[in-house]
């Protein structure tokens, strides 16, 4: 925590998936799996290790979403904030964002603000949509705090825990959260300055982190992560599987050497 007009801020990041390690990484799929959070996701079934495994390397090569793992001043995740279905040609996508059942109190509204800014600002859009499930009332009210507009509601859309359940369709303009947002902060400062968000993002450049050391541990946990895959995949298949993963960690392999060879040119 710091200091700020002698208060306590909590310091919280968000930091690309990608560049948190093994164990942090993995630690997100307990939270995706709490009760919580299961019940207005979605997929709402229990998450297993491999499937966890593919949905990170998924996103890794998926240049149509950006995820976020939201970090306390101890490095430990406390959810996640992605945007998805990102169209640059219409300029617009869909987001979404869950935390941990014991990071709430107010956490929700900073991060909805700061994420919401962030996109705006950092992403060129000008259209940010959502969907949420039929009967989650406190995120509906929560994202019309925040400026979205009702734009629909989908009756009988998905399937959850044998019954058809509704999703109501938001959607906000950056026109709208342009001329909005001075007002919102105002009306929230209190909450908001109990907190220091920060949101790690290359803009220039997103894929890679600015210093080479960063991009070395960030090239090792992909690696790490291959390798539990294929262990996977040799324990519950057949060895023919791994070759494909085997390529992936040869190639990163030679990645990591030639970031060290970066490094050691600095």
């Not at 709208?176 to 790690?200: A, H, M, R, V």
């Not at 090792?220 to 519950?236: K, Q, Y």
Request: glycine residues 6%; proline residues 2%.
């Amino acid at each position: 925590m710091t200091e700020q007009n002698g208060k306590r801020t909590r310091e919280i990041k968000l930091v690309p998936l990608a560049f948190i390690t093994t164990e942090s990484q993995l630690k997100i799929r307990e939270i995706r799996n709490e009760d919580n959070v299961r019940k207005w996701m979605f997929m709402d079934h229990i998450i297993k290790l491999n499937e966890h495994l593919g949905w990170i390397n998924k996103i890794k090569t998926d240049k149509s979403q950006i995820v976020f793992v939201i970090m306390n001043e101890d490095q430990c995740p406390l959810g996640v904030a992605n945007v998805s279905a990102i169209d640059t040609i219409n300029k617009k996508a869909d987001w979404a964002y869950y935390l941990t059942q014991n990071a709430r109190g107010g956490l929700g509204s900073v991060i909805e603000y700061s994420f919401i800014n962030f996109i705006f600002a950092s992403l060129g859009l000008q259209k940010l949509n959502c969907e949420v499930i039929e009967g989650n009332k406190a995120v509906v009210k929560l994202h019309k705090k925040f400026l979205f507009q009702d734009e629909g509601f989908r009756k009988s859309n998905i399937l959850k825990e044998g019954k058809y359940v509704g999703v109501h369709l938001l959607g906000l303009t950056k026109k709208d959260w342009d001329n909005g947002k001075d007002q919102i902060f105002e009306k929230y400062n209190k909450l908001f300055n109990k907190f220091s968000i920060t949101i790690e993002w290359n803009k220039d450049n997103p894929d890679k982190k600015k210093h080479p050391l960063d991009e070395i541990e960030a090239a090792r946990a992909r690696n790490n992560l291959n390798w539990m895959n294929i262990l996977r995949l040799v324990l519950e298949l057949s060895p023919e599987h791994g070759k494909a993963l085997v390529t992936d960690i040869r190639n990163i392999d030679k990645e990591i050497s030639a970031l060290t060879d970066k490094l050691i040119s600095l």
